[in-house]
C-alpha cells in the first residue's frame, strides 16, 4: 500500500487515474482500523480499480472536551491491514494543510444535523460534511464507502451528494458486530471490562424493538419506552437517546411504517456508543 501526505500529490496521482480510465473507490475514516472498517473495504475493493481509504481524524468533528486527543491512532498497524485488504493508496493529510489558519469555509445540511447525535453534539456534522467533501475533490472518487453504524452520518453525507450534484455513487455497508452483537467501533477500546459486557444491552434492546415491531407492535413511543427499560437495567448504561424516525428525514413518526431507522446513543464510562437498526415495516391494516 502506498502512503500518500500531500493534498497536492493525491490529487494528481487521482487525476492521473482518472485520465487512464481507471474508476476509483474511497472510504474515508479515522483510522484504527477494526474489522468494520475491512468490510468496507472489501465492498469497494470488489469495485473499482483504484482503491484509497483517508486516515484522518478530523479536527472540526469534535467539539470541545470530546476525545480527539485520546482518540486512538496507529497508522502503521492501519497500513499493514490496509495492505492485507488490497488497498492501493492511504492518504493521510496532515491537520494544517486540511484546515490552515483561518479556514473558513463549512458545507451544513440543514435540518438534519440537529436531531438525534446532532443535539448532543453540535456542529459534529457540520465537520463530516466539510471533510467530506473535501476528501472526495482531493481523491475524486467514482465510488464512496460508508458504514451504517454511522446511520445520521449516511443519511447526511448522502443528502449533500444529492443536492450538491456530486458525481460520486454512495455504498452503505451493513453494521459488522461482535459475537454478543456489540457493533464495532474504535470507541469500544475506551470501555472496562464491566462496562464491555453491559454494553451487549444496545443490540439486545435493538433486536427486541424489531421483535416487538414484527408482532405487530406499531407505536414508536411504546418500542422506544420498552428499549429504554431493558437498557436502563444494566448499571452502567447513561442513556442519551433512544428513537424511531423516517430513514430519510430523521423525524419522528406517529406510526411505525415503510422505512425507519431505530437510532440510539448511550454512554459506558467514557465512551459514548451508537447503534443503530433499518427496518422497512409493513402497514399493520392487514393484521
Ligand atoms: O465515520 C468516520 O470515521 C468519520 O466521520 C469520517 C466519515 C471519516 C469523516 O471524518
Known amino acids: 500500500v502506498q502512503l500518500i501526505r500531500d493534498i497536492e500529490e493525491m490529487k494528481n496521482v487521482a487525476a492521473s487515474s482518472r485520465g487512464e480510465g481507471k474508476s476509483i473507490g474511497l472510504v474515508p475514516t479515522m483510522g484504527d482500523f477494526h474489522p468494520g472498517h475491512l468490510s468496507l473495504f472489501r465492498l469497494s475493493r470488489e469495485r473499482v480499480q483504484v482503491l484509497v481509504v483517508s486516515v484522518f481524524v478530523n479536527p472540526t468533528q469534535f467539539g470541545p472536551g470530546e476525545d480527539y486527543e485520546a482518540y486512538p491512532r496507529d497508522l502503521d498497524a492501519d497500513a499493514r491491514m490496509a495492505q492485507g485488504e488490497g488497498v492501493d493508496l492511504l492518504f493521510h493529510p496532515d491537520v494544517d494543510r486540511m484546515y490552515p489558519d483561518g479556514y473558513a469555509t463549512y458545507v451544513q445540511v440543514a435540518g438534519l444535523e440537529d436531531l438525534l ?131 430519510r428525514t430523521l423525524k419522528n413518526v406517529d406510526v411505525l411504517m415503510g422505512d425507519v431507522l431505530i437510532a440510539l446513543s448511550c454512554w459506558f464510562g467514557k465512551a459514548r456508543l451508537i447503534d443503530n437498526l433499518l427496518l422497512n415495516i409493513p402497514s399493520n391494516e392487514t393484521a
Do not use: W
Open 117 to 247: 447525535c446532532g443535539l448532543s453534539r453540535p456542529g459534529h456534522f457540520r465537520g463530516v460534511a466539510t471533510v467530506c467533501l473535501k476528501l472526495f475533490h482531493i481523491v475524486k472518487p467514482h465510488l464512496v464507502v460508508f458504514g451504517q453504524k454511522d446511520g445520521q452520518q449516511a443519511v447526511i453525507v448522502r443528502k449533500m451528494i444529492d443536492e450538491l450534484n456530486l458525481d460520486v455513487e454512495m455504498m452503505i455497508g451493513p453494521t459488522v458486530r461482535e459475537p454478543d452483537g456489540l457493533a464495532m467501533s474504535s470507541r469500544n477500546r475506551y470501555l472496562d471490562e464491566e462496562e464491555r459486557r453491559e454494553a451487549s444491552v444496545l443490540y439486545a434492546a435493538l433486536r427486541h424493538a424489531e421483535v416487538l415491531i414484527e408482532s405487530g407492535e406499531r407505536n414508536p413511543e411504546a418500542v422506544a419506552g420498552r428499549m429504554r427499560a431493558l437498557i436502563e437495567r444494566a448499571p452502567r448504561a447513561r442513556l442519551e437517546y433512544v428513537s424511531l424516525v423516517d430513514a
